[in-house]
């Protein structure tokens, strides 16, 4: 018997359903597809902002400093011990940070001062590619600051206004100053564009009079496939004495939903393939149930069970293959269109946070085999359910009673 | 009528000071676990609304001043020539590296008017014969303190002893007088002590150098641009 030639006619007999069927399915995977490459694509940039605008892979504190992070809390010998990072094959750099008021006109704000090391810094992360107006801090600009977005709405200020910053100095005498802000930087974090305010390292050790010390090391990974926890354990055996943690213990949040996300996905898949599977069974079981006396006939001229089980069986998986290209072709279109130009949610939300981490509010999809691929895979395994009852349904029929049987 | 007395005395003790207005010169030092400090300040006041404070020593700070007016505090800076209005983010912040926060500037006001004062011990204590109030906030004043236990001499009312007791009844700062002399024509304590209770090691120290009272100064003299003129 040939059951695909069959099943391929019985197909198009009611080509109607078949096509709403399919469509349906079609439609399903399209937007699994779609979702999966939008959410891989929301994973990636928290994780990159994360990581690579500002915490680094592994960061070394002083006890302490976290929970209460105050002036007086430092790495003492901060320059030596980025020195023999970079020796055993790490980028570090260290961080100086103090609290103020910044002063615009008539407005202010409280700001965290963050003094940058520029050689080592651009070394770590990448927020000197992040500058949405203006410029990077450079040596040769002592005075030049570059401020978080927020912050720099908060005070009303563009690239080449002034900016006074007043605070309390390690030796308690009023820090104050004059600075010009250089560039104001995109989204990074929600604490960094409400309250970033990123100076050269030396213009920071001159107003907070702080000659030594760093109050924070960042730590990256040459190689990013190195195991986190073994490049940690090694980042605290050099800095011994200090609080050394990666991003994952100061990001548990985020660590844990990028943990989720997978399990998000196939969950997502599951909900809107059970409505799927809903009409797969009601399109097969109408199409057995017209179809009972000609079943039964069959199955009088010796067609056996598992024939007919077979024949219910591919009848469906021409439909899902089907549906497959046409989700295959779509989804991979559209979300590989939007990883390409992004969606514009600038209209909706100003600034999106996740888990404390800025998002840009372009959302970018990022299509990966896995994202393609699963919603496609469950497409099948989800349609071979549905179908279980109907072939069953076929493959008892007793021929007496169905050529019997009134519609 | 204990209540009564009570309120009293205290406002004789709150007018010692301040007179309608007055003129001081007085040093700051202050201690901390990370620095010593010490400063030269000139100080004016008018009323209770309205003081102005600058720094005349250490030479790189000279000329930094504060303004105090009404609610708000404003800071000039020499070294930028800026004025700048403290937000309400930095009043719990130190006031030029001191133990006071610029709320206490803010928040100096009559203990008269945001407290309700009962003598809690009259008589004998270290040899000196005191008075000792406790003063516990109106129900709308806007207070930091849980109570204030005010000690003074009985003769003459001079405080001798401030405790500071935050929301949950602990101590949090204690303030002493010490070094009765006579300033502005009055005897007057000369020297005020800030120890905060979680830091005994640290301190702020007042010592007032010259004071006088009633100095008839104009409202023009507590202004911006007059902030900027010093």
């Given at each position: 018997m040939k059951i695909l030639s069959m099943a391929s006619r019985n197909v198009v007999r009611n080509w109607r359903r078949t096509l709403v069927t399919t469509l349906a399915m079609g439609f399903a995977g399209f937007i699994m597809i779609f979702f999966a490459a939008l959410t891989e694509g929301l994973l990636q940039t928290s994780e990159r902002n994360a990581v690579?605008?500002?915490?680094?892979?592994v960061q070394i504190h002083a006890k302490g400093y976290r929970d209460d992070p105050d002036l007086?809390?430092?790495?003492?010998n901060a320059v030596d011990l980025v020195g023999k990072l970079q020796q055993a094959g790490f980028h570090a750099t260290q961080r100086v940070y103090g609290f103020g008021l910044a002063a615009a006109g008539s407005t202010s704000a409280g700001v965290q001062l963050r003094g940058v090391n520029l050689t080592n810094e651009v070394t770590v992360t990448q927020?000197?590619?992040?500058?949405?107006q203006g410029d990077w801090l450079a040596d040769?600009?002592?005075?030049g600051v570059v401020i978080g977005r927020k912050l720099a709405r908060t005070l009303g200020v563009t690239p080449g206004n002034e900016v006074v910053i007043i605070g309390q100095a390690t030796d308690g005498s009023m820090a104050n100053d004059l600075y010009t802000v250089r560039g104001i930087l995109k989204s990074i974090s929600d604490d960094v564009d409400r309250a970033g305010f990123f100076m050269v390292e030396h213009a920071f050790r001159e107003l907070m009079v702080l000659p030594q010390g760093a109050h924070e090391i960042a730590v990256m990974r040459h190689?990013?496939?190195?195991?986190l926890d073994s490049a940690t354990a090694q980042v605290a055996a050099l800095a011994r004495g200090y609080e050394t943690m990666n991003w994952r213990q100061l990001r548990p949040v985020i660590a844990r939903i990028l943990d989720l996300a997978d399990a998000q996905t196939i969950i997502m898949i599951l909900i809107t393939y059970v409505a799927v599977a809903m009409i797969v069974l009601n399109a097969m079981l109408m199409s057995v149930f017209e179809r009972i006396r000609e079943l039964g006939i069959m199955k009088a001229l010796g067609v056996t069970p598992w024939q007919l089980t077979l024949l219910v069986y591919a009848e469906t998986m021409i439909q899902i293959v089907t549906a497959s290209i046409i989700a295959f072709i779509s989804g991979w279109s559209v979300a590989h269109y939007y990883q390409e130009n992004g969606i514009d949610l600038s209209a909706i939300a100003s600034s999106t946070s996740f888990g404390g981490v800025a998002m840009d509010p372009i959302w970018h999809a990022h299509v990966t085999t896995e994202s393609v691929v699963i919603p496609i895979v469950f497409l099948f395994l989800i349609g071979a359910a549905a179908v279980i009852y109907p072939a069953i349904k076929a493959a008892i029929i007793q021929p007496v009673k169905a050529i019997h049987y009134h519609l | 009528m204990s209540r009564k007395r009570a309120k009293e005395i205290l406002r004789q003790v709150d007018d010692m000071w301040r007179g309608d207005s007055s003129h001081t010169i007085f040093t700051m030092q202050v201690k901390t676990a990370h620095y010593t400090r010490s400063m030269r300040l000139e100080g004016w006041s008018k009323g209770k609304e309205k003081t102005l404070v600058r720094i005349l020593v250490p030479l790189k700070e000279k000329g930094t001043a504060t303004l105090k007016s009404r609610n708000s505090i404003y800071t000039y800076l020499p070294k930028t020539d800026r004025t700048i209005r403290l937000t309400s983010g930095m009043m719990m912040g130190s006031w030029m590296g001191?133990?006071?926060?610029n709320d206490d500037l803010v928040k100096e006001s009559r203990m008269e008017d945001d407290y309700d004062p009962t003598i809690s011990f009259e008589g004998q204590r270290n040899n000196q014969n005191i008075i000792e109030f406790t003063l516990i906030p109106k129900?709308?004043?806007?207070?930091?303190?849980?109570k204030v236990v005010v000690t003074v001499l009985?003769?003459?009312?001079?405080?001798?002893i401030q405790h500071y007791y935050d929301e949950d009844m602990n101590i949090a700062r204690t303030m002493t007088f010490s070094n009765n002399k006579l300033l502005g024509g009055r005897l007057l304590p000369s020297v005020m002590r800030v120890v905060p209770a979680d830091k005994p090691n640290e301190y702020t120290e007042l010592v007032y150098e010259k004071l006088e009272l009633d100095?008839?100064?104009?409202?023009?003299?507590?202004?911006l641009a007059r902030l900027k003129r010093m």
């Amino acid at each position: 018997m040939k059951i695909l030639s069959m099943a391929s006619r019985n197909v198009v007999r009611n080509w109607r359903r078949t096509l709403v069927t399919t469509l349906a399915m079609g439609f399903a995977g399209f937007i699994m597809i779609f979702f999966a490459a939008l959410t891989e694509g929301l994973l990636q940039t928290s994780e990159r902002n994360a990581v690579s605008m500002n915490l680094g892979d592994v960061q070394i504190h002083a006890k302490g400093y976290r929970d209460d992070p105050d002036l007086y809390k430092r790495i003492d010998n901060a320059v030596d011990l980025v020195g023999k990072l970079q020796q055993a094959g790490f980028h570090a750099t260290q961080r100086v940070y103090g609290f103020g008021l910044a002063a615009a006109g008539s407005t202010s704000a409280g700001v965290q001062l963050r003094g940058v090391n520029l050689t080592n810094e651009v070394t770590v992360t990448q927020i000197h590619q992040h500058v949405m107006q203006g410029d990077w801090l450079a040596d040769t600009d002592p005075k030049g600051v570059v401020i978080g977005r927020k912050l720099a709405r908060t005070l009303g200020v563009t690239p080449g206004n002034e900016v006074v910053i007043i605070g309390q100095a390690t030796d308690g005498s009023m820090a104050n100053d004059l600075y010009t802000v250089r560039g104001i930087l995109k989204s990074i974090s929600d604490d960094v564009d409400r309250a970033g305010f990123f100076m050269v390292e030396h213009a920071f050790r001159e107003l907070m009079v702080l000659p030594q010390g760093a109050h924070e090391i960042a730590v990256m990974r040459h190689d990013h496939s190195r195991d986190l926890d073994s490049a940690t354990a090694q980042v605290a055996a050099l800095a011994r004495g200090y609080e050394t943690m990666n991003w994952r213990q100061l990001r548990p949040v985020i660590a844990r939903i990028l943990d989720l996300a997978d399990a998000q996905t196939i969950i997502m898949i599951l909900i809107t393939y059970v409505a799927v599977a809903m009409i797969v069974l009601n399109a097969m079981l109408m199409s057995v149930f017209e179809r009972i006396r000609e079943l039964g006939i069959m199955k009088a001229l010796g067609v056996t069970p598992w024939q007919l089980t077979l024949l219910v069986y591919a009848e469906t998986m021409i439909q899902i293959v089907t549906a497959s290209i046409i989700a295959f072709i779509s989804g991979w279109s559209v979300a590989h269109y939007y990883q390409e130009n992004g969606i514009d949610l600038s209209a909706i939300a100003s600034s999106t946070s996740f888990g404390g981490v800025a998002m840009d509010p372009i959302w970018h999809a990022h299509v990966t085999t896995e994202s393609v691929v699963i919603p496609i895979v469950f497409l099948f395994l989800i349609g071979a359910a549905a179908v279980i009852y109907p072939a069953i349904k076929a493959a008892i029929i007793q021929p007496v009673k169905a050529i019997h049987y009134h519609l | 009528m204990s209540r009564k007395r009570a309120k009293e005395i205290l406002r004789q003790v709150d007018d010692m000071w301040r007179g309608d207005s007055s003129h001081t010169i007085f040093t700051m030092q202050v201690k901390t676990a990370h620095y010593t400090r010490s400063m030269r300040l000139e100080g004016w006041s008018k009323g209770k609304e309205k003081t102005l404070v600058r720094i005349l020593v250490p030479l790189k700070e000279k000329g930094t001043a504060t303004l105090k007016s009404r609610n708000s505090i404003y800071t000039y800076l020499p070294k930028t020539d800026r004025t700048i209005r403290l937000t309400s983010g930095m009043m719990m912040g130190s006031w030029m590296g001191s133990h006071f926060t610029n709320d206490d500037l803010v928040k100096e006001s009559r203990m008269e008017d945001d407290y309700d004062p009962t003598i809690s011990f009259e008589g004998q204590r270290n040899n000196q014969n005191i008075i000792e109030f406790t003063l516990i906030p109106k129900a709308d004043a806007a207070v930091v303190w849980g109570k204030v236990v005010v000690t003074v001499l009985a003769n003459g009312y001079l405080p001798i002893i401030q405790h500071y007791y935050d929301e949950d009844m602990n101590i949090a700062r204690t303030m002493t007088f010490s070094n009765n002399k006579l300033l502005g024509g009055r005897l007057l304590p000369s020297v005020m002590r800030v120890v905060p209770a979680d830091k005994p090691n640290e301190y702020t120290e007042l010592v007032y150098e010259k004071l006088e009272l009633d100095t008839k100064l104009g409202d023009a003299f507590f202004s911006l641009a007059r902030l900027k003129r010093m």
